[in-house]
T-cell receptor, first 112, second 111 residues
Framework: KAGVTQTPRYLIKTRGQQVTLSCSPI?????VSWYQQTPGQGLQFLFEYFSETQRNKGNFPGRFSGRQFSNSRSEMNVSTLELGDSALYLC???????????FGNGTRLTVT | DAKTTQPPSMDCAEGRAANLPCNHSTISGNEYVYWYRQIHSQGPQYIIH???NNETNEMASLIITEDRKSSTLILPHATLRDTAVYYCIVRVWGGADGLTFGKGTHLIIQP
């Protein structure tokens, strides 16, 4: 089975712009969650989707949003980018949320 | 805040067993212990999980104390490729809550 795929691998954006990141989960996995990793804050939970519905959300501003499609693929969007949004964004999938998470290798976003 | 406490770093000689401790003194009865590791520039990799019994898979063994307040991840024959940050996490099985990652233990395997 192919693992979790995230695209693009690297991204450079300018402050004020918006960005969309994509995640394709492991085949058959219906739960997709997103995490932000920075050197200062470590790994932090953004949100989790299951069958196109957001089930839980971390403590991030409304500029961070996501969605999940009927094929379980997910996107996350960050609007009005700030310098502090520079981070590694990780997507993880699981089988209905009852199995351990499997992570992709992330999208490294740099905001200049 | 993370519900677990781990030493910030550990060294281990290649070929020896690496024993990584984790304290989770406030663990609830329905929370599992999960271990993940993250090699530089990659996403975290699931290693093993357990509730109260000791568990073993092809990667590692997990020893959970009887009172469940602490656990030890054992890599039986460490290799240089096992150098990574190891995270111990407690979580309700099937929960939609995000994983709470602490700072983990940076395990360095010495040749």
């Amino acid at each position: 089975k192919a693992g979790v795929t995230q695209t693009p691998r690297y991204l450079i954006k300018t402050r004020g712009q918006q960005v969309t990141l994509s995640c394709s989960p492991i085949s058959g996995h219906r739960s997709v969650s997103w995490y932000q990793q920075t050197p200062g804050q470590g790994l932090q939970f953004l949100f989790e989707y299951f069958s196109e519905t957001q089930r839980n959300k971390g403590n991030f501003p409304g500029r961070f949003s996501g969605r999940q499609f009927s094929n379980s693929r997910s996107e996350m969007n960050v609007s009005t980018l700030e310098l502090g949004d520079s981070a590694l964004y990780l997507c993880a999938s699981s089988d209905s949320g009852v199995s351990p998470l499997h992570f992709g290798n992330g999208t490294r976003l740099t905001v200049t | 805040d993370a519900k677990t406490t781990q030493p910030p770093s550990m060294d281990c000689a290649e070929g020896r067993a690496a024993n990584l401790p984790c304290n989770h003194s406030t663990i609830s009865g329905n929370e599992y212990v999960y271990w993940y590791r993250q090699i530089h520039s990659q996403g975290p990799q699931y290693i093993i999980h357990g509730l109260k019994n000791n568990e073993t898979n092809e990667m590692a063994s997990l020893i959970i104390t009887e009172d469940r307040k602490s656990s030890t991840l054992i890599l039986p024959h460490a290799t240089l490729r096992d150098t990574a940050v190891y995270y111990c996490i407690v979580r309700v099985w099937g929960g939609a809550d995000g994983l709470t990652f602490g700072k983990g233990t940076h395990l360095i395997i010495q040749p």
